[in-house]
C-alpha cells in the first residue's frame, strides 16, 4: 500500500518570505511518480509539478523548486519568495507504476500574510 | 482548454435521499476517480473507473456507488444521503500513461440536513 505524510498542516509565512513543505511517501515499487498539486480557495486542484523515481534531478521552475530524495523518500517542495496568492492548500501525490490511483497526502494549508 | 465538469458546486440533500453527482470530462481520458476531501483527511479516494462500465474500489466505498455508461461521464451515486457524508467531493480525470498528471473538477460541497 502507499502512503503520503505531509507533517505540517498550517503554515504562516510573511509575503517574500519562502516557504518549503515537506512530504514523505511510503511504497513497495521501484518506480513510481511524485506529484505536487496547489488548491486555491477556489476548489480545483491545480497541478503544479511531476517527478519520476528514476530521475534524482532536483529543478528549480520560477518561484518554485523541488528537492527529491529517493535515500529518505522525500519530494520536498519550495515556493521561494512567497507571494500573498500563493496562499493555498498544497497536496504531495504519489502513483505507482502499473496502478492508476493516486494517493495523497492530507496537505499543508499555506498562509501568506503581506 | 482541458476541462472536467461538476454539475453542482453546492448542493443541500435531506437525510435519506438519493443523490447523484455528475462528472464530464472532454479529455477522452480513460480513467476518472471520485475523492472526498475532509478537514485534516486531504484527499481519500472513493471509487475509479477504468473504462467504460469498469469500476474499482477505493479507500471508503461504503455508502457509495458509481456508475459509468459513457467515457466521459462519471456519476457518484449516495443511495441514501447520512449526515455524515456531508463534505466536499472532487471528480478527477487521467490518461492511462502513469507520469501524467490528474486533472480536477472544481469541487461539489454538498450537505446533508
Known amino acids: 500500500a502507499q502512503k503520503v505524510t505531509q507533517a505540517q498542516t498550517e503554515i504562516s509565512v510573511v509575503e517574500k518570505e519562502d516557504v518549503t513543505l515537506d512530504c514523505v511517501y511510503e511504497t513497495r515499487d521501484t518506480t513510481y511518480y511524485l506529484f505536487w498539486y496547489k488548491q486555491p480557495p477556489s476548489g480545483e486542484l491545480v497541478f503544479l509539478i511531476r517527478?519520476?523515481?528514476?530521475?534524482?534531478q532536483n529543478e528549480i521552475s520560477g518561484r518554485y523548486s523541488w528537492n527529491f530524495q529517493k535515500s529518505t523518500s522525500s519530494f520536498n517542495f519550495t515556493i521561494t519568495a512567497s507571494q500573498v496568492v500563493d496562499s493555498a492548500v498544497y497536496f504531495c501525490a504519489l502513483r505507482p507504476y502499473g496502478n492508476n490511483r493516486l494517493a495523497f497526502g492530507k496537505g499543508n494549508q499555506v498562509v501568506v500574510i503581506p | 482548454d482541458v476541462k472536467v465538469t461538476q454539475s453542482s458546486r453546492y448542493l443541500v440533500k435531506r437525510t435519506g435521499e438519493k443523490v447523484f453527482l455528475e462528472c464530464v470530462q472532454d479529455m477522452d481520458h480513460e480513467n476518472m476517480f471520485w475523492y472526498r476531501q475532509d478537514p485534516g483527511l486531504g484527499l481519500r479516494l472513493i471509487y475509479f473507473?477504468?473504462?467504460?462500465?469498469?469500476?474499482e474500489k477505493g479507500d471508503i466505498p461504503e455508502g457509495y456507488s458509481v456508475s459509468r455508461e459513457k467515457k466521459e461521464r462519471f456519476s457518484l451515486i449516495l443511495e441514501s444521503a447520512s449526515t455524515n457524508q456531508t463534505s466536499m467531493y472532487l471528480c478527477?480525470?487521467?490518461?492511462?500513461?502513469?507520469?501524467?498528471?490528474?486533472?480536477f473538477g472544481q469541487g461539489t460541497r454538498l450537505t446533508v440536513v
Open positions: 478527477a480525470s487521467s490518461t492511462t500513461t502513469l507520469n501524467t498528471e490528474a486533472f
Open positions: 517527478r519520476n523515481s528514476f530521475d534524482e
Open positions: 473507473s477504468y473504462d467504460v462500465k469498469m469500476k
